[in-house]
């Protein structure tokens, strides 16, 4: 039988706690990245649906005349599944706004 006068290095259970304590620091890290990608993903989408109605609006805002009190306008992307709609309505006769003849709203619903 052969001897080791050298006892310092790692035996296979040391490596294989090792391995383990390995594992279990870093399978959260794992999880926590997916859950990252996913928000990241959808503020992703999120942006792009707010620049495609800030488009929409200002398109909406050429096209119409000054002197308009109802516009509507649309715009619908098939490909992400997304209707942006956009509506300039006179404001109902409220006794806050007596003061500002004319007054419209402009909603932009997506």
């Not at 870093?26 to 959808?42: I, W």
């Not at 009190?69 to 007596?98: H, N, V, W």
């Amino acid at each position: 039988m052969i001897h080791f006068k050298n006892k310092s290095a790692f035996g296979l259970l040391e490596v294989l706690f090792a391995l383990v304590v390995f594992g279990v620091v870093t399978a959260p890290l794992f999880v926590l990245y997916g859950d990252v990608f996913r928000s990241v993903v959808k503020l992703s989408d999120r942006a792009e649906h707010m620049i495609m109605a800030h488009q929409l609006l200002m398109t909406a805002r050429r096209e119409q005349a000054p002197t308009d009190k109802t516009f509507t306008a649309s715009k619908r992307d098939a490909a992400q599944g997304i209707a942006i709609e956009y509506q300039l309505a006179q404001i109902e006769k409220m006794p806050e706004f007596k003061d500002f003849p004319g007054l419209c709203k402009e909603t932009l619903t997506i």
